[in-house]
Nanobody
Framework: QVQLVESGGGLVQAGGSLRLSCAASGRSFSSYVMGWFRQAPGKEREFVATISWSGVGTYYADSVKGRFTISRDNAKNTVYLQMNSLKPEDTAVYYC???????????????????WGQGTQVTVSS
C-alpha cells in the first residue's frame, strides 16, 4: 500500500479557490486509482472525485462537477484537487485515497480504497 499525505487545506472565502495536494510514497503509485473524499461535521464521508492510473479518466460528484478538477503527476507521485468557486457547503475534512482496484475509478466506493491519508481541513466562510 502507498502512504498518503495531504496538504493545501485552509480557510477561504466563498467564491475563492484552493488546491489540495496528496503526496504518495512507494514506487507503484502510477498503478493506483486515486480519489478524493470529504467528511463534513456530523455527516458521513462522501465521494468527491476519482482519477484513473493514467489520468485520462476522471469522475466527479454532482455537487462539485464544473468547479473541482482532479489531476495527477505520476512522475511526482502526487494527485491534486483544484477547487474553484468554493461554497460554504464544501467545508469538510478532505481525504486522499488510493486503490489497486481498477473498478474503483467508476464505482467511487470508499470500500474499494485501501490507502488513506490523514485528511486536510477546508473551511469556506460565507
Amino acid at each position: 500500500q502507498v502512504q498518503l499525505v495531504e496538504s493545501g487545506g485552509g480557510l477561504v472565502q466563498a467564491g475563492g479557490s484552493l488546491r489540495l495536494s496528496c503526496a504518495a510514497s512507494g514506487r507503484s503509485f502510477s498503478s493506483y486509482v486515486m480519489g478524493w473524499f470529504r467528511q463534513a461535521p456530523g455527516k458521513e464521508r462522501e465521494f468527491v472525485a476519482t482519477i484513473s492510473w493514467s489520468g485520462v479518466g476522471t469522475y466527479y460528484a454532482d455537487s462539485v462537477k464544473g468547479r473541482f478538477t482532479i489531476s495527477r503527476d505520476n512522475a511526482k507521485n502526487t494527485v491534486y484537487l483544484q477547487m474553484n468557486s468554493l461554497k460554504p457547503e464544501d467545508t469538510a475534512v478532505y481525504y486522499c485515497a488510493g486503490s489497486r482496484r481498477l473498478q474503483a475509478e467508476t464505482r467511487k466506493t470508499q470500500a474499494d480504497f485501501g490507502s488513506w491519508g490523514q485528511g486536510t481541513q477546508v473551511t469556506v466562510s460565507s
